[in-house]
Structure formats: structure tokens, C-alpha cells
């Protein structure tokens, strides 16, 4: 038999996938319209003054190193490194400076000759810069890490797998240079946050199935899902009297000052959003799974209806309840591990710890998530069931 040639099977493959072709420009037209909009306006350079600048540098000596284990902290180093180090890049690239990095359990660490390093640089308006170490520069282990992820993601998943980390780059990017600069300039937070998920699921789908029957159908259902999430985390809220802002935690302390500073951000919503985004993950993995799961029934046998298919997504999904929602409360009570942890040692009395505003906080946010996830399988189940009974009857 012989074979097509390269030329015919890329040209069959772009007739099959147009629809899919259309839908990624379209997506990137949009995402390049949105940026545009956002784009800063440049301003003039500020006069000479103090200011502080964050760089890599590497540690080229050790002059003095007064670190001791503390037995209070399992053995963590406290102390004072006096250190020479050259900053690698900046207005002060290949600059030598004496430099300080003060030890604590919980903030810093010791360095030795030859780390990369983070530097703070502060520069005064009379000209002298003083150098000291922030961290120890960590982003070549992360980027190892990270690439480990995606080898390992490559090898088992092959081309799925290579589409899937295609599509997570493209949610990365929408959260960090449409979602978080929009919401800085003052966006309604839920309508936006809605609009973005919708977004980030449209072309992920389109990406991982093409624009094809399932996909939509999980689209619909994924969507059903996440306003779901939203909508209960809304009403939870309002039960718990609790709005995100109530909590006490660092960062709506610092939002609060940028809001001083005169940053329109609207802090009210970021309760609810946090509820929808984190919901995102998990709805989509649920609706793909059931709109694949049901296609493959009906192509099994076609003669089934709607109730048939509808019985045949149920039971699909009611094996992944579990196990999704263990991974979703798992997720939020990981994250906050440490400071559950806490609260469990002070051995605070019912009416001290269950009134909190933080502990309703973690669980309007992992019961809404979830609540988004199991009811988007009979949601997903419903839409792809009708349609695939709709195009038997056709």
C-alpha cells in the first residue's frame, strides 16, 4: 500500500483541524488585544534618590562566619556571614561588595564560596551602595525541577502529554499577564476571573481535543461547574460573614496599602475568585472524563438514549467523587499545613477556633470547590448525553 506523502498528510490533517486552527487565532488575536490594552505607559525617569535593586550575585569569599546550630530549632543555623560577593547582573555587573547575610531558621541561609545568590542593593542619593545577601538564588533548581516535570510528562504522555503542557503554559501566562494585571486596575474580580476561566478553558480544551464533540461538552460542563463554585462560595461567605478581608493574614494587609497608595484593586471578590480558580483544575479533569467516557459508550452502542447514557455518566463519575474530593480539601489543608498545625497545638477551646474567620475561610473555599466539581458530573453528564441522543435522532 502505499504511503502519503508528507505534503497530502499535512494537508488532510489542516482540513480536519481547521475548526481548531480558527478557534487557537482567534484566542491569540484576543490574548494580543488584551495585552496591548494593559501595556504601561512609560514614564520619565524619577530624580536621583535612595532606592533599592534586587540582583544575582555569587559569592566569591567567606571573610568571617559566626553560624551555630540552635537545638531549639532542630539543628537550624543562627548567625552572621561577613562575605565577598560580585554582582552578576544590573547597573553594577562585575562590582565587588562586602556584603552581610544575617542566618535564621526561618529566613535566609548559609551560603558558601561560589553560590549564586540574591542580592540587596541599596543605593543612596549621596552615592554609596551597601550590598547584602537576600536569599540564596534558587532559580536554576527550580528550573531543574520544572524540567523534570515537563521530561517526565513528555515521556509518559507523548503528544497528550505535550499538548497538556502547552495548554498549562498558556494558563500560567493568562493569569500572570491578563488576570492579575486586570484585576490591579481595578476589574469587577468575579465577572473577570469568570471571563478568564472560561477563556483558559476554551483553548485548553481546543488544544488537548480539537474542536470536536466532547471537547465542547466538556467546555459546557466545565464551565456549569466553575459558576456553580462561584455562585456557592458567594452564598457560603454570606453565611460565614466572611469576605476575605476579615481574616487577618499578611497579604490583605498588603493589599490594604496598595489600596492607600491609590491601587484600585477590589478585594471584596478575591475570596470567591480564589474559590474559581482553584475549582478550574479539577471541573475540567471531571468534564473531560465523562464526555470522553460517554462518547466511547455511545460509539459502543449507538442504539442508547438519553437516559441510558445519562444513567451510563453518573456512574462514571460517581467512582471519581471520592478520590476529587479528597484531593481538593487535601489541597487546601496542605497548603495551609503549617499553620493548622499551630492552631492544633495551642489546644484552643471550640468556641475559639471554629468561630475564626480563617478556619470558615479554608472551608468555604475547599466546600465550594468541591461542590463545583461533583455537581458538574451530572451538568457534563446531561449536556453530552442530550447531544449525542439528539445527533442519534437526526
Not at 354 to 383: D, F, N
Amino acid at each position: 500500500m502505499k504511503k502519503a506523502s508528507p505534503d497530502r498528510r499535512i494537508g488532510d490533517r489542516l482540513r480536519r483541524d481547521w475548526p481548531a486552527l480558527l478557534v487557537l487565532l482567534l484566542a491569540a488575536l484576543l490574548f494580543l488585544g488584551v495585552r496591548l490594552s494593559l501595556r504601561e505607559e512609560r514614564t520619565e525617569a524619577a530624580a536621583p534618590g535612595d532606592y533599592v535593586e534586587y540582583e544575582r550575585g555569587v559569592v566569591t569569599a567567606i571573610l568571617s562566619d559566626s553560624c551555630f546550630s540552635d537545638p531549639v530549632s532542630e539543628g537550624a543555623l543562627r548567625g552572621v556571614q561577613d562575605l565577598i560577593v560580585t554582582a552578576e547582573t544590573g547597573q553594577y555587573a562585575g562590582t565587588t561588595f562586602m556584603a552581610k547575610n544575617y542566618v535564621y531558621p526561618m529566613y535566609g541561609g548559609a551560603v558558601k564560596e561560589g553560590d549564586s545568590v540574591s542580592l540587596i542593593l541599596s543605593t543612596y542619593s549621596n552615592g554609596q551602595v551597601f550590598a547584602e545577601v537576600f536569599q540564596y538564588n534558587r532559580i536554576t533548581p527550580l528550573l531543574i525541577v520544572i524540567g523534570i516535570f515537563f521530561a517526565v510528562t513528555l515521556l509518559v504522555g507523548r503528544g497528550t502529554g505535550a499538548r497538556s503542557l502547552v495548554a498549562l503554559v498558556i494558563t500560567v501566562l493568562c493569569l500572570f499577564t491578563i488576570l492579575f494585571p486586570l484585576l490591579m486596575r481595578g476589574a469587577p474580580t468575579l465577572l473577570t476571573v469568570f471571563l478568564v476561566c472560561a477563556y483558559i478553558t476554551a483553548v485548553s480544551f481546543t488544544i488537548l481535543g480539537g474542536v470536536r464533540r466532547k471537547s465542547l461538552c466538556a467546555m459546557l460542563g466545565t464551565l456549569a461547574g466553575v459558576a456553580i463554585a462561584l455562585l456557592f462560595g458567594l452564598l457560603a461567605q454570606a453565611l460565614c460573614r466572611v469576605n476575605g478581608l476579615n481574616t487577618g493574614s499578611e497579604p490583605i494587609g498588603y493589599l490594604t496599602q496598595l489600596r492607600n497608595d491609590g491601587v484600585p484593586v477590589r478585594m471584596k471578590g478575591l475570596l470567591a475568585a480564589g474559590v474559581t480558580v482553584s475549582a478550574l483544575g479539577a471541573v475540567m479533569d471531571v468534564a473531560m472524563s465523562i464526555s470522553s467516557a460517554l462518547e466511547e459508550v455511545h460509539g459502543a452502542n449507538p442504539a442508547l438514549g438519553f437516559r441510558a447514557l445519562f444513567r451510563s455518566g453518573m456512574n462514571i463519575g460517581k467512582d471519581m467523587v471520592g478520590t476529587m474530593t479528597n484531593t481538593l480539601i487535601l489541597a487546601f489543608l496542605g497548603s495551609s499545613f503549617t499553620t493548622i498545625l499551630y492552631l492544633y497545638a495551642l489546644g484552643l477551646s471550640p468556641y475559639q477556633l471554629l468561630p475564626s474567620a480563617y478556619l470558615s475561610v479554608e472551608v468555604v473555599s475547599g466546600v465550594s470547590s468541591s461542590i463545583g466539581m461533583i455537581l458538574a458530573i451530572p451538568l457534563t453528564a446531561a449536556v453530552s448525553a442530550l447531544w449525542l441522543d439528539r445527533r442519534k435522532r437526526a
